[in-house]
């Protein structure tokens, strides 16, 4: 599989602030945000692109059929064999739920490299906004195509990419 020369490490630096990780599964297990599309959101903004609802709207349409045909049910599978399935004992299942999180982490990467090659950062709006500012704009637009976001949730998600500092 090829890796895109961009947007994988910087959301695994994203990712791997303690503050984000838990910010977006909370918006993703409490509206349905994709927490994939919340780090395209921050990449974009990190870069000095702007993603307003309409935006938001064909990036979570052009990707749709992948989350809702592979990440879901992988995810979903995961999280089921976290804490064993009957009759199976938990240390016995638990190798192949490390399986399914590498191929849970593989279909997001996938997803990710492909919203990245979609939506060119050549070919979505600059802004003159301040990066955070920027980051918090782009959230706050898929906030709104889903109908609002939790503001614990977005300060925090800020606040991570904030702490990544600037690229």
């Not at 984000?20 to 994939?36: C, N, R």
């Not at 879901?72 to 739920?97: E, Y």
Request: glycine content about 8%; some cysteine; overall charge neutral.
């Amino acid at each position: 599989m090829t890796t895109s020369p961009t947007i994988w490490p910087y959301v695994l630096k994203l990712y791997g602030i303690p503050e984000f990780g838990p910010a977006g599964i909370a918006l993703q297990d409490s509206v349905g945000a994709d927490v994939d599309i919340l780090l395209f959101l921050c990449f974009l903004a990190d870069r000095g692109r702007q993603a307003g609802r309409d935006d938001v709207a064909r990036i979570d349409a052009s990707i749709k059929g992948w989350r809702e045909t592979v990440v879901k049910p992988v995810r979903a599978l995961r999280r089921q064999l976290k804490d064993g399935i009957a009759p199976v004992p938990l240390a016995v299942s638990d190798a192949i739920r490390n399986i399914v999180k590498n191929i849970e982490l593989d279909s997001e990467r996938i997803q990710l490299e492909t919203l990245e090659r979609e939506f060119a950062v050549d070919g979505m709006k600059p802004s003159s906004l301040e990066r955070i500012a920027l980051a918090r704009q782009n959230v706050m637009a898929y906030g709104d195509y889903l109908g609002g976001f939790a503001e614990p949730s977005v300060a925090a998600l800020i606040g991570a990419f904030a702490k990544l500092g600037a690229k």
